[in-house]
């Protein structure tokens, strides 16, 4: 019998959210690195024993990473952690999430931050290098921020092949690297441009969560500024699938997209009303689900409120790997919710938090 | 050589393993801040920007003089002294 836990990065600290397997009853452990921003909270779960981390981005104090090994009672922030040289084009404001390599590369991890760069340890996060290809990619210098800054939030691993992964950087767009991380090439063909002047440059692409196929790594789905969005080739070209989905003035807004762990023609999203909003359309939180792929969405709204004029943020959505799957998300307004039943019908969980930045949730077996 | 203690806002006391206070050796107040960046290197990452500049929302006061505004640092310490390091943002 397994436990399920939530482990829910804010404004001001991390939570932690356990059940058992039938997820009706929860236990609130928190606040972890209480007053830190936390923009990631998330288990790497490879070894014998998981270890928390927690990507920082503090308004005074800046950004860190910090490593817990007994789920977050006590915590060691990183020494030797991301860090630019002096010759970087930018500078480092904040770790925006922390992703495991892949199960068979031991030690391995990314760390995705603003301003936008990618880094990687390869002795289980003691020490962290620059990937400088991407933050020195050509057209770095067109890249500009979004509203939450000039970050590179989304880290996807291929797993069947070791060199190929993508990044999502707001506002630039998707890269990929097929050489393991060295060299990156674009890949935003069919998006919609965020700013005119930079069409040529091949940037200003607000891409705002990805994820990947994992029985078919060349499909890849994207939640963007003005839409959502498939690619069946590896990025190499973008396609909408919108159809079911409510549309603002900016096409369908919105931040999280999350795949079921099994199926994944099934996928979730949250969609808000535009950019200027950043709230439930009617202020009526609704989880939309597609089983097909894309080709059709549908709402889902049991047992979410009405009233409710918040939105979820681009990390802010997980799902569990239990039969039938849990799907949980936490919203702006600092209010966590999970369905038991892979995203039909929804339970408000404990607690009332500050804005929530992440949502990942993990089974680990008792 | 003088001793001079350092009070921490509560956030960074994981930064020093855990202390609310430490103390430094130093001639001067430029002396002793270096020498807090030099011994504890996340206390510099949280107080310093890469570059060296002291972060924008970070006051070091000596005494009750803000460091910022004082135009020579290299002022002569005692051990009744005391830096504190404060977190500037006020209001709502």
Redo the contacts between chains.
């Keep these: 019998m397994g436990e399920v836990y939530v482990c829910v990065g804010t404004q001001k600290g991390g939570f932690l959210l356990r059940s058992d397997e039938g997820r009706k009853e929860w236990s609130v452990e928190g606040p972890l690195l209480g007053g830190w921003g936390i923009r990631d909270l998330s288990l790497d779960t490879r070894g014998a024993r998981p270890v928390m981390w927690a990507a920082v981005g503090h308004e005074v104090y800046g950004p860190s990473v910090q490593r817990s090994t007994d789920l977050g009672k006590t915590w060691d922030q990183i020494e030797h952690g991301p860090k630019y040289g002096a010759d970087a084009p930018g500078k480092l404001e904040s770790v925006w999430t922390i992703v495991p390599g892949r199960a068979e590369e031991a030690g391995v991890l990314y760390a995705g931050v603003a301003e936008a760069g990618l880094f990687v340890s390869r002795d289980g996060g003691d020490h962290w290098n620059e990937l400088k290809g991407l933050s020195g990619h050509p057209t770095r210098s067109a890249w500009t921020p979004g509203f939450g800054g000039l970050c590179c939030h989304t880290i996807v691993l291929d797993p069947e092949n070791s060199k190929r992964m993508w990044v999502a950087i707001s506002a630039a767009g998707v890269f990929r690297s097929d050489d393991g991380g060295e060299t990156w090439s674009d890949r935003n063909e069919g998006l919609q441009n965020l700013l005119e002047a930079q069409v040529e440059e091949d940037a200003g692409f607000c891409v705002h969560r990805m994820v990947v196929d994992p029985k078919n790594p060349d499909r890849l789905f994207q939640q963007f500024h003005f839409g959502v969005y498939k690619s069946e080739n590896a990025g190499d070209s973008w396609e909408r699938i919108e159809n079911g989905l409510p549309r603002g003035n900016e096409g369908c807004f919105g931040f999280p997209i999350v795949m079921h762990p099994r199926d994944p023609n099934t996928l979730f999203v949250i969609p808000q009303i535009s950019g200027e909003y950043r709230y439930a359309h009617d202020g009526d939180l609704a989880v939309f689900k597609t089983t097909d792929a894309g080709a059709n969405w549908s709402t889902r709204t049991d047992g979410l409120p009405g009233g409710a004029f918040q939105g979820a943020l681009r990390q802010a959505m997980s799902v569990d790997p239990l039969n039938p799957c849990g799907v949980y998300f936490g919203t702006t307004g600092g209010l966590l919710y999970a369905s038991r039943d892979e995203g039909e019908t929804w339970m408000e969980l404990p607690g009332r938090y500050p804005r929530v930045q992440s949502v990942n949730a993990y089974v680990l077996e008792g | 050589m003088p001793h001079i203690r350092v009070e921490l806002p509560?956030?960074?006391h994981?930064?020093v393993g855990g202390e609310p206070f430490i103390t430094v050796e130093a001639d001067t107040v430029s002396q002793a801040i270096n020498e807090l960046a030099k011994t504890y290197?996340?206390l510099r990452?949280?107080?310093f920007?890469?570059?060296g500049t002291q972060?924008r929302?970070?006051l070091i006061f000596y005494n009750e003089e803000n460091t910022r505004w004082l135009e020579d640092l290299d002022i002569p310490i005692t051990d009744k002294d005391r830096l504190t390091v404060v977190?500037?943002?006020a209001g709502g």
């Design positions: 509560s956030l960074l994981q930064c290197p996340l990452d949280s107080i920007e890469s570059d972060r929302h970070v977190q500037s943002i």
